[in-house]
C-alpha cells in the first residue's frame, strides 16, 4: 500500500508543480542562499503535503523532514552555482521513507 501512495505522491507532484514544487531553475551563487529559498519553499509545502498525503504523514514536522531529504541544494560543477535538486524518488525508495513510525 505505501509503495502505491508513494507513486500516487509522486504523480501528484509532478502534475501540481506549480502548487507544490520547489524551484530548480535558479542559480544561487552560495548554499545558504539556495538553502534559505529551498526552507521558504518547504515551509509553504508543509501544510499542503500533510492534507494530501495523510496516509504517508502524521505531522508538518514529519513532512518538513521528508521535504528537507527530497529537497537539497547541490553545486553544479560547471558554472559554480547552486540549484535545488529534486530528489523525490530517492527519498520515497529510501529505508528512512520505510522506516518512519507512521
Not at 1 to 10: D, E, F
Not at 26 to 31: E, P
Given at each position: 500500500?505505501?509503495?502505491?501512495?508513494?507513486?500516487?505522491?509522486?504523480g501528484t507532484i509532478a502534475i501540481a508543480r506549480p502548487a507544490a514544487a520547489?524551484?530548480?531553475?535558479?542559480?544561487?551563487?552560495?548554499?545558504?542562499?539556495?538553502?534559505?529559498?529551498?526552507?521558504?519553499?518547504?515551509?509553504?509545502?508543509?501544510?499542503?503535503?500533510?492534507?494530501t498525503f495523510p496516509d504517508l504523514f502524521d505531522t508538518t514536522g514529519e513532512a518538513a523532514s521528508f521535504l528537507t531529504r527530497a529537497w537539497t541544494c547541490d553545486r553544479n560543477p560547471s558554472d559554480g552555482h547552486y540549484y535545488i535538486t529534486d530528489h523525490i524518488e530517492e527519498v520515497l525508495g529510501s529505508g528512512w521513507f520505510a522506516q518512519r513510525n507512521h
Open positions: 500500500m505505501r509503495k502505491i501512495a508513494a507513486c500516487v505522491l509522486i520547489h524551484d530548480t531553475e535558479s542559480a544561487f551563487s552560495s548554499r545558504g542562499a539556495c538553502e534559505a529559498t529551498s526552507a521558504a519553499e518547504s515551509n509553504a509545502e508543509n501544510a499542503w503535503l500533510l492534507v
